[in-house]
């Protein structure tokens, strides 16, 4: 189709420039009929390759084709007029109807900026606008340079009927500011998706009639159309054609181009209308007196150049306004939750610091309250984190219906929450159960009930009491611990001091004890042992190692699952684990004195670790370190949290086992995906959970799970060892049901070292250990 357009433009053109030689002789007849021609090939040409295309490049080649088929008609009908009267005047009133085609043409041009993209994003409008007011402007100036500049000779239109000469005046004006517009386009729209191929040839054909229209308004009443005037139309039709059936040419546009072409778009205009303003001055100054027409030009230029500036505050505002709402929209980031959209911790901390400020300086009270979520990985680790978020939006939303608009509450991170009172400070402790009874009232969320609990820690600093923001939250932090030490899901109020309490700032003092010279014994940390026997005859075949911490400066004992969940949501747990690990290697050789012989230690790292760097060193020094057999260690992995990757993890698992110790898991069947675990882990030992073990509570159901459990281990060569042992009755069933194994309070309470001690009761002839017991 593309090939057949060049074809007929070509001929088109061919026959049209044979008619111009011939007509140069005088045969204005065949001129005008060659230009006639000319314009409706190109306009059937625009309306072809309009058909293939949408859009604004659709929209634009209608346009033209429409136009060239006015300036076609007004052709033939000068065609008619030549046949009726060959010698009439050249100008007549009808020859208005050239100007369908720039008319046209303009409306094309402005259909240009619709996509233009901005660094700033403006209406389609306000583009239009800024473009037609540029236009105007520079085009005004350059007519008020060339009419001071042009001599009095070449525009002699004495005689000449003013409405014709007016009207053959428009076609250049209109050509020159369309020029200007296509020009404009081209240099501060360089990635306009119409494309800068077609646009330089438009801006081409334009320059084409613009040379013509001007040439006849020079010889206006000379006689025909030269040579010169008429290629010139014809060329302006061939190049219109020409980019109808170009494609748009992409142009990359960074945004930095973008950015020098916008202050090139703004200083564009004034450059014309600098140098006019120049030529005018120093032509007045020479003693020439402005003429009405460039009078008038500089009116309209002055005016046009005032609403630009208009335009262009009109624009500074709006950008302003902008600027001001992305900076609303970033602190709004910066200082909001994105999930829940509370507060953040930065808000928090920022409202915190100005309460304390009135609280110190004027006394204003002040409260704080600290929520943490109880188990809340669960129901991420049952449901999906998709839902976890949901969860927490409801929250969120239940908490704010709680608290007073006054007051701040904000999401600290993870399931972390905290509320700063500092207008109704005595309604702390009432609006703290009002938050925990909020929370009792399960969820409901896409079919499925969800019930979340939270403990709280009140902090209400005495008046005059100088405290930071950060140690005032790692109060309420450490009142929190002690509401999780006394069962969860309950509101504590901080009642400690600086010195150490049990309601003391536990993550604080947990990081110093640590690390404190790499000797957590000296912060109170020790290891204490419990046995785990045989079933059959009471040996003690191993002790479990386990970590107690007793906070100094008669702090008192703190719970195994309080500081150790402290440890793992601090990223210390790694800390304890290795404490323990190279105490137990250490106190190996005493504790075959203990029992009379060799007996093997079991040590929990927390799975976690799994696959991480650290553990295998750890182990290998240790070993290494106090000379413990290898086979005498196991390292229970213990299931606080989902073993996210298995493959990763139980290659790590069968590193640790090349070195020697074997690989327990522990806490079976409490933990996630167990069975998955005991198929993809190289496992050694299984120590089944006491809700598998209750076969005296429960000894059908539990029996049953027992069995299968014990079962599917001996058919894996894996020793299992059953926990929670407190009743001789659950010991005799879970060794009637062929568990080895056994470990609990039956059997002894984890204890120091030096207190530990052989079984009292030594296996009689004919009877069991357990009917001893019994």
Same mark, same amino acid.
């Given at each position: 189709?593309?090939?057949?357009?060049?074809?007929?433009?070509?001929?088109?053109?061919?026959?049209?420039?044979?008619?111009?030689?011939?007509?140069?002789?005088?045969?204005?007849?065949?001129?005008?009929? $060659?230009?006639?021609?000319?314009?409706?090939?190109?306009?059937?040409?625009?309306?072809?390759?309009?058909?293939?295309?949408?859009?604004?490049?659709?929209?634009?080649?209608?346009?033209?084709?429409?136009?060239?088929?006015?300036?076609?008609?007004? #052709?033939?009908?000068?065609?008619?007029?030549?046949?009726?009267?060959?010698?009439?005047?050249?100008?007549?009133?009808?020859?208005?109807?050239?100007?369908?085609?720039?008319?046209?043409?303009?409306? $094309?041009?402005?259909?240009?900026?619709?996509? #233009?993209?901005?660094?700033?994003?403006?209406?389609?409008?306000?583009?239009?606008?800024?473009?037609?007011?540029?236009?105007?402007?520079?085009?005004?100036?350059?007519? @008020?340079?060339?009419?001071?500049?042009?001599?009095?000779?070449?525009?002699?239109?004495?005689?000449?009927?003013?409405?014709?000469?007016?009207?053959?005046?428009?076609?250049?004006?209109?050509?020159?500011?369309?020029?200007?517009?296509?020009?404009?386009?081209?240099?501060?729209?360089?990635?306009?998706?119409?494309?800068?191929?077609?646009?330089?040839?438009?801006?081409?054909?334009?320059?084409?009639?613009?040379?013509?229209?001007?040439?006849?308004?020079?010889? *206006?009443?000379?006689?025909? !159309?030269?040579?010169?005037?008429?290629?010139?139309?014809?060329?302006?039709?061939?190049?219109?054609?020409?980019?109808?059936?170009?494609?748009?040419?992409?142009?990359?546009?960074?945004?930095?181009?973008?950015?020098?072409?916008?202050?090139?778009?703004? *200083?564009?205009?004034?450059?014309?209308?600098?140098?006019?303003?120049?030529?005018?001055?120093?032509?007045?100054?020479?003693?020439?007196?402005?003429?009405?027409?460039?009078?008038?030009?500089?009116?309209?230029? !002055?005016?046009?150049?005032?609403?630009?500036?208009?335009?262009?505050?009109?624009?500074?505002?709006?950008?302003?306004?902008?600027?001001?709402?992305?900076?609303?929209?970033?602190?709004?980031?910066?200082?909001?939750?994105?999930?829940?959209?509370?507060?953040?911790?930065?808000?928090?901390?920022?409202?915190?610091?100005?309460?304390?400020?009135?609280?110190?300086?004027?006394?204003?009270?002040?409260?704080?309250?600290?929520?943490?979520?109880?188990?809340?990985?669960?129901?991420?680790?049952?449901?999906?984190?998709?839902?976890?978020?949901?969860?927490?939006?409801?929250?969120?939303?239940?908490?704010?219906?709680?608290? %007073?608009?006054?007051?701040?509450?904000?999401?600290?991170?993870?399931?972390?929450?905290?509320?700063?009172?500092?207008?109704?400070? @005595?309604? @702390?402790?009432?609006?703290?159960?009002?938050?925990?009874?909020?929370?009792?009232?399960?969820?409901?969320?896409?079919?499925?009930?969800?019930?979340?609990?939270?403990?709280?820690?009140?902090?209400?600093?005495?008046?005059?009491?100088?405290?930071?923001?950060?140690? *005032?939250?790692?109060?309420?932090?450490?009142?929190?611990?002690?509401?999780?030490?006394?069962?969860?899901?309950?509101?504590?109020?901080?009642?400690?001091?600086?010195?150490?309490?049990?309601?003391?700032? !536990?993550?604080?003092? *947990?990081?110093?004890?640590?690390?404190?010279?790499?000797?957590?014994?000296?912060?109170?940390?020790?290891?204490?042992?419990?046995?785990?026997?045989?079933?059959?005859?009471? @040996?003690?075949?191993?002790?479990?190692?386990?970590?107690?911490?007793?906070?100094?400066?008669?702090?008192?004992?703190?719970? +195994?699952?309080?500081?150790?969940?402290?440890?793992?949501?601090?990223?210390?747990?790694?800390?304890?684990?290795?404490?323990?690990?190279?105490? $137990? /290697?250490?106190?190996?050789?005493?504790?075959?004195?203990?029992?009379?012989? %060799?007996?093997?230690?079991?040590?929990?790292?927390?799975?976690?670790?799994?696959?991480?760097?650290?553990?295998?060193? $750890?182990?290998?020094?240790?070993?290494?370190?106090?000379?413990?057999?290898?086979?005498?260690?196991?390292?229970?992995?213990?299931?606080?949290?989902?073993?996210?990757?298995?493959?990763?993890?139980?290659?790590?698992?069968?590193?640790?086992?090349?070195?020697?110790?074997?690989?327990?898991?522990?806490?079976?069947?409490?933990?996630?995906?167990?069975?998955?675990?005991?198929?993809?882990?190289?496992?050694?030992?299984?120590?089944?959970?006491?809700?598998?073990?209750?076969?005296?509570?429960?000894?059908?159901?539990?029996?049953?799970?027992?069995?299968?459990?014990?079962?599917? /281990?001996?058919?894996?060569?894996?020793?299992?060892?059953?926990?929670?042992?407190?009743?001789?009755?659950?010991?005799?069933?879970?060794?009637?049901?062929?568990?080895?194994?056994?470990?609990?309070?039956?059997?002894?309470?984890?204890?120091?070292?030096?207190? !530990?001690?052989?079984?009292?009761? +030594?296996?009689? +002839?004919?009877?069991?250990?357990?009917?001893?017991?019994?």
């Amino acid at each position: 189709m593309t090939a057949r357009l060049f074809v007929t433009l070509t001929l088109v053109l061919g026959s049209t420039v044979l008619g111009e030689l011939i007509g140069a002789g005088g045969w204005r007849l065949y001129d005008d009929a $060659a230009q006639a021609v000319a314009g409706a090939a190109a306009a059937w040409v625009c309306f072809s390759a309009a058909g293939r295309r949408t859009g604004v490049q659709r929209r634009w080649r209608l346009l033209a084709g429409g136009g060239l088929i006015g300036w076609s008609a007004v #052709r033939l009908w000068w065609f008619v007029q030549d046949v009726a009267d060959p010698g009439r005047p050249v100008g007549s009133v009808a020859d208005i109807g050239f100007l369908a085609l720039p008319v046209c043409m303009f409306i $094309a041009l402005l259909n240009v900026p619709y996509a #233009r993209p901005r660094p700033v994003p403006t209406s389609a409008r306000r583009d239009q606008i800024a473009l037609l007011i540029d236009s105007v402007l520079i085009t005004g100036s350059l007519l @008020a340079l060339a009419w001071s500049v042009v001599p009095d000779a070449w525009v002699a239109w004495e005689g000449q009927d003013g409405v014709v000469v007016g009207m053959v005046a428009a076609y250049p004006i209109a050509d020159l500011l369309l020029l200007t517009m296509a020009t404009l386009l081209l240099i501060t729209r360089p990635g306009s998706p119409a494309g800068r191929r077609p646009l330089h040839l438009a801006g081409l054909a334009l320059a084409s009639f613009a040379v013509s229209d001007t040439l006849r308004l020079l010889r *206006l009443g000379d006689g025909p !159309l030269s040579p010169l005037e008429s290629a010139g139309y014809l060329l302006g039709c061939g190049l219109v054609a020409l980019a109808a059936i170009s494609d748009p040419r992409p142009v990359a546009d960074p945004a930095t181009d973008v950015a020098e072409r916008d202050w090139l778009h703004l *200083l564009l205009p004034y450059v014309p209308v600098t140098a006019t303003g120049i030529v005018i001055a120093i032509s007045t100054g020479a003693g020439n007196p402005l003429s009405p027409f460039e009078a008038y030009l500089g009116w309209l230029g !002055l005016g046009l150049v005032v609403a630009r500036q208009m335009f262009t505050i009109v624009d500074n505002t709006v950008l302003l306004d902008r600027v001001s709402e992305g900076q609303q929209r970033l602190r709004h980031q910066a200082y909001h939750d994105p999930l829940t959209g509370l507060p953040n911790r930065a808000l928090f901390r920022e409202r915190l610091v100005l309460a304390l400020d009135a609280h110190r300086h004027h006394g204003k009270p002040l409260a704080v309250l600290f929520a943490d979520l109880d188990d809340f990985k669960l129901i991420n680790d049952s449901f999906g984190h998709a839902m976890g978020d949901r969860v927490l939006r409801a929250i969120a939303e239940r908490l704010q219906g709680c608290v %007073p608009p006054d007051d701040l509450v904000a999401r600290l991170g993870g399931d972390e929450f905290a509320v700063v009172l500092d207008h109704r400070p @005595a309604e @702390a402790e009432p609006l703290g159960h009002r938050m925990l009874a909020a929370l009792r009232e399960p969820f409901i969320i896409d079919g499925h009930r969800i019930g979340v609990g939270a403990s709280i820690g009140l902090v209400v600093p005495a008046p005059g009491e100088p405290l930071s923001a950060d140690a *005032l939250l790692r109060r309420a932090d450490a009142a929190m611990y002690s509401s999780k030490r006394r069962g969860k899901g309950a509101l504590a109020r901080y009642a400690g001091t600086a010195d150490g309490s049990p309601n003391a700032d !536990l993550p604080h003092l *947990l990081a110093q004890a640590l690390v404190a010279g790499g000797r957590p014994a000296a912060s109170g940390f020790e290891v204490y042992y419990q046995p785990i026997v045989r079933l059959t005859d009471g @040996a003690t075949v191993a002790v479990e190692a386990l970590a107690r911490w007793t906070l100094p400066a008669a702090g008192g004992p703190v719970h +195994p699952d309080v500081f150790v969940t402290v440890a793992e949501r601090t990223g210390q747990v790694a800390a304890i684990d290795d404490f323990v690990l190279d105490q $137990a /290697c250490a106190d190996g050789s005493r504790l075959a004195l203990v029992y009379g012989r %060799p007996i093997d230690v079991h040590v929990n790292v927390s799975a976690a670790r799994l696959g991480q760097s650290g553990l295998e060193e $750890a182990v290998r020094a240790a070993l290494s370190r106090h000379k413990l057999p290898p086979s005498r260690l196991v390292i229970e992995i213990t299931e606080t949290y989902r073993i996210g990757d298995l493959p990763a993890a139980a290659a790590a698992a069968t590193r640790l086992r090349a070195l020697g110790p074997r690989i327990a898991l522990d806490d079976f069947g409490s933990g996630f995906n167990a069975l998955a675990q005991l198929h993809s882990l190289p496992v050694d030992i299984v120590k089944l959970d006491s809700t598998l073990t209750d076969v005296d509570v429960a000894p059908e159901r539990a029996g049953a799970l027992c069995r299968s459990v014990l079962a599917i /281990c001996d058919e894996l060569d894996i020793m299992v060892v059953a926990e929670g042992i407190e009743t001789v009755s659950r010991a005799a069933g879970l060794s009637e049901l062929g568990c080895p194994l056994g470990q609990g309070y039956l059997f002894g309470q984890p204890g120091p070292l030096h207190r !530990l001690k052989p079984p009292a009761i +030594p296996a009689q +002839p004919g009877s069991s250990f357990l009917q001893q017991l019994t």
